[in-house]
């Protein structure tokens, strides 16, 4: 096959017409020269540019945290102390909650894309008034500054003065403190991510159900049925490719997440909403590099190990649909 | 019948969107227009006295115009990067769509690691100081490419596909060489792409704020997003110089949202439909 695709290079047109018109010339060209041309036109050294970037600020660190994880690190020298980072790791009660918290952060703000999104994404696809209102004001919250959402909603749920407590108490609702609470703090970040990312999860949707052939649905109804069964039998099945993408896209994210947490509640109150991308920040700024690294190590595996055997998992059963 | 119960969700569901989605923004703005007094009361009002004017400046002046500068290098920053990551990226999705070789399994794969792998924070920094990098705008510059560069070749090698490699032999007839293929032929035909990856990378890198907290400190060289948390200490009891500062740099995002939306969607879902 990549024989015929580098004969065809070299004729004028292409497909079967060309074929019949080959010169005495082209034939006479031999194989390996024309591989040769083949390969100056599509230059492997086009990788080069993007992969000396990608390798000194990306391939490389990341290949040193394994090594820098083992030590105690000033920048300048480094002692090799072994497993000890990890062990303290996984011994510092306030550690190991920054790891829960990364698990229950991550798919809690999943699980709510997801659900939330999909729910947009077949209102925003139906015969609605002002459908293109409610696109873009549910889309545009995703292209603002993270910092500046976490400022803002940090002041909205402030406990006494916060507008959302004052709206719930003006129905007679005493709210809980958002963010001050150790119990809801974290799922109070949480719930922003959502309202920040939930639009993302939208367009996605809206992507993958206006991809849907309408003869499934012309044909569901000359069977009778409802709406929910036709969400149920055919939304929801042929949105599969938006699910598994909305569901790995968010996880990624959510497991990674620094900003928005640390700009509403620097990982506190306490410890309560920790998580290892704020315990990396934290231990950086006090200047363990070792330490910091270890963090980095575990989130690196903590996030490859559930990604990748889900995408795994999530596109195989796709085949089998 | 039908007509009405569409008019009656489609009211109820700008009535809902409009408290969950547009309320923030209207407190932003009403926050950013108190006087500072009534700004640190925090509460969802009209202001009294509107201060749209001395806020501005106020904010624009602190710390020896710290915010003008911001988005000077904001801007710098924003524009050399995605301007290297267009022409690398569009490089590398060119030939990795194009020309199957032993390199093809291994690029594709650094390009998915790029997407999943969170990068190793201190390790870069201990990097960047050994290149001369560390605190310096062209480390920056590079690190928003190395860390843009997966979704960037991921969007380009997708539409390459869609151009008939018949362009590339026609181009080849003429004498055309593999850089004048590339950047005369090729590169004007991604233009649809092009324009996808500028917007959505503009946004993704002028919002950044954990990457310049790392990598880039320092008043000097400081980032927008950066003096919004700087401000956040320093403004603690001028909320609305705070409010302020986010509505000046919301700015940017909503013009390229006005312009540029249609993009910024098809950039974002491209791939999430092939199914």
Not at chain 2, 141 to 153: H, K, N, P, R
């Amino acid at each position: 096959m990549r024989n015929s695709q580098t004969l065809a290079f070299f004729m004028p047109g292409s497909g079967c017409k060309g074929r019949a018109k080959l010169t005495a010339a082209t034939k006479l060209m031999s194989k390996s020269s024309a591989k040769h041309r083949m390969a100056t036109v599509y230059p492997s050294w086009f990788y080069v540019p993007a992969g000396i970037v990608f390798a000194a600020l990306f391939l490389v660190p990341t290949v040193a945290s394994l090594f820098f994880s083992l030590t105690r690190w000033t920048l300048f020298d480094a002692t090799f102390i072994g497993l000890d980072n990890y062990a303290q790791f996984f011994r510092e009660p306030f550690l190991i909650q920054g790891l829960v918290n990364t698990l229950i952060y991550g798919v809690a703000t999943s699980g709510m894309k997801v659900v939330i999104g999909m729910l947009l994404g077949v209102l925003l696809t139906s015969q609605i008034f002002a459908r293109d209102y409610l696109r873009s004001v549910i889309f545009f919250p995703v292209l603002v500054s993270t910092v500046g959402v976490g400022i803002t909603f940090t002041a909205l749920m402030h406990p006494t003065q916060g507008a959302i407590n004052e709206t719930l108490g003006f129905f007679g609702i005493h709210g809980p403190g958002w963010l001050t609470d150790p119990r809801y703090a974290l799922l109070s970040v949480a719930l922003v991510d959502v309202w920040k990312g939930v639009g993302l999860a939208t367009v996605i949707y809206i992507a993958g159900i206006v991809s849907i052939p309408q003869e499934y649905y012309e044909a569901s109804e000359i069977d009778g049925a409802n709406p929910f069964q036709k969400f149920w039998n055919i939304t929801l099945p042929l949105a599969r490719p938006a699910t598994v993408t909305v569901i790995i896209l968010s996880l990624i994210g959510g497991l990674r997440s620094f900003d928005l947490i640390w700009s509403m509640t620097r990982g506190g109150p306490g410890f309560t909403s920790d998580v290892v991308a704020s315990v990396i920040y934290k231990q950086y700024q006090a200047g363990f590099y070792g330490l910091s690294t270890a963090g980095n190590v575990v989130l690196i595996l903590l996030v490859a190990i559930i990604i990748i055997p889900l995408s795994a998992f999530l596109n195989k059963r796709e085949v089998n649909l | 019948m039908k007509n009405f119960r569409k008019y009656l969700s489609g009211i109820l569901a700008i009535l809902v969107s409009g408290v969950i989605f547009l309320v923030p923004f209207a407190f932003i703005i009403l926050m950013a227009i108190k006087d500072k007094k009534e700004a640190s009361l925090r509460s969802f009002s009209l202001p009294a006295t509107t201060h749209v004017w001395d806020n501005f400046v106020t904010v624009i002046e602190t710390r020896n115009y710290m915010l003008v500068t911001a988005f000077i290098n904001s801007c710098i920053l924003t524009i050399v990067s995605v301007t290297i990551l267009v022409i690398f990226g569009a490089m590398v999705g060119f030939v990795l769509q194009r020309q199957p070789s032993k390199w093809t399994r291994l690029v594709n794969y650094l390009v998915l690691a790029g997407l999943i792998i969170p990068p190793a924070v201190v390790p870069t920094i201990w990097v960047m100081q050994g290149l001369g990098l560390f605190k310096t705008m062209t480390g920056m510059i590079l690190i928003e490419v190395a860390y843009g560069l997966s979704f960037t070749v991921l969007l380009f090698r997708q539409f390459v596909a869609t151009i008939p490699r018949e362009i590339d032999e026609a181009a080849i007839m003429d004498g055309a060489g593999p850089l004048r293929l590339f950047f005369q032929i090729i590169l004007p035909l991604l233009k649809q792409v092009v324009i996808t990856v500028i917007v959505v990378q503009s946004v993704a890198i002028f919002n950044d704020f954990t990457n310049p907290l790392y990598y880039l400190p320092g008043n000097k060289n400081v980032t927008v997003q950066l003096t919004l948390y700087n401000f956040q200490s320093q403004f603690n009891t001028s909320y609305n110089l705070l409010f302020m500062n986010i509505l000046l740099i919301t700015i940017p995002p909503l013009i390229i949202f006005l312009f540029f939306n249609r993009q910024i969607v098809a950039g974002l879902t491209a791939g999430a439909v092939k199914g």
